[in-house]
């Protein structure tokens, strides 16, 4: 079972997508959500159109 749950702040400013995974919550991220099968798929649509946003942004560099 895989809930979205938020996100937090890193302290350089990054963002991390917390989970719960199988009853423990996981922070995860954005570059690791490969690394956990579903937890692209549970987050919200906002979320997701905020990483094509990052990753558009990062193609252009």
């Known amino acids: 079972m895989i809930k979205y749950i938020g996100t937090r702040k890193t302290d350089q400013g990054g963002m991390l997508y917390v989970f719960l995974i199988n009853g423990q919550e996981k ?3 954005e570059s690791a959500l490969k690394q956990y099968p579903g ?4 987050l919200p649509e906002s979320a997701k159109a905020r990483i094509l946003a990052n990753r558009k942004w ?3 560099l």
Do not use: I, N, S
């Open 27 to 29: 922070q995860v991220r």
């Open 39 to 42: 937890c692209y798929e549970a």
């Open 58 to 60: 990062l193609q252009k």
